[in-house]
């Protein structure tokens, strides 16, 4: 299974402590933004950052993949600035090479963030989405995930899908 994973399903991970079963069991997709972000974070009981940058040993585990400047400005141009501006760089990052096609067709996008979930379905890459949830339940992993925080649950990934859905007929996102 090839995986693109946001920053927050990342840190997650580590909260949830299945990262280390997630990085040799699926084939992990980031971005340099996601890489950036996660490297400010320490995990729970650590004073010391240790999730994966550019120089970390996770990297064998882990692929790289960066859209184009012509990627980026394909969804700068299709979407409005408030709505560009709820997603965080490495978000805005992956929507970029969805929207692109640089993704194979057997990779599936997994955040919890609900701007994110919403642009897929904006740009007509709603089967390319997976929450949290089901990656770890098809790797047979089982967690109690908080629903408050984000749609890291099938139900409420499937409710921002569905959001984004509305979006895209009622043209709320897009630049006018």
């Known amino acids: 299974m090839k995986l693109v994973f946001d920053t927050n399903i990342i840190i997650e991970s580590h909260v949830f402590d299945v990262w280390s079963q997630l990085k040799v069991r699926a084939g992990i997709i980031v971005t340099d933004g996601v890489l950036d972000e996660v490297s400010h974070f320490c995990p729970p009981g650590s004073l010391e950052r240790e999730i994966i940058d550019k120089s970390s040993s996770v990297l064998p585990f882990v692929k790289v993949e960066n859209p184009t400047p012509e990627d980026l400005m394909g ?7 408030p709505f560009l501006n709820r997603m965080d760089p490495g978000e805005r990052e992956i929507v970029a090479l969805a929207y692109a096609g640089k993704f194979a067709e057997d990779c599936k996008i997994c955040t919890a963030d609900v701007p994110a979930i919403e642009a897929l379905a904006l740009v007509d890459r709603k089967e390319m989405g997976i929450s949290f949830e089901e990656v770890l339940g098809c790797l047979g992993l089982r967690k109690n995930l908080r629903r408050s925080l984000g749609a890291y649950t099938k ?14 007929i009622q043209e709320t996102h897009f630049r006018r």
């Open 75 to 81: 969804i700068v141009n299709l979407f409005n600035d």
């Open 155 to 168: 139900t409420d990934f499937e409710k921002a899908l569905e959001s984004g859905a509305i979006a895209k």
